[in-house]
């Protein structure tokens, strides 16, 4: 049986959630915001390694977010002011752990491994702009 606390519990994390889901927006489209501004030497194979990451990324997150809608109900989902990325190597970096951070707000395994999933495309997008390096 839920308790006051339990529900107090879950209206934080689903807020927290909110959050989170606006972030995770917010670097998808710094990633697009770099992939229009990719120029020079490599910049095709850098733009391409970008559109792939870009749509694993949307799809991990489009499951996420509706998998938690499923779970919570309506979640208000707040994206912030999102700038071009100035290193996004770095950029990436940050925010894998970022990721990873969060963890902790998705208690089932099956949400776990929708964020496994997103994480593995940051970390493929990482190993393709490295390379490219």
Known sequence: METKTDVKQTAASVKEIGEFFGKMYAYNNSLKLY?????GKGSYAEHMALDQALDDLADALDRIVETSYALYGDIKVVIPETPVPANIVEHSEKFFKYVDYQRDLFKENFTAAILDDYQEAIQQLLYRLKRLS
């Open 35 to 39: 992939h229009w501004h990719v120029t």
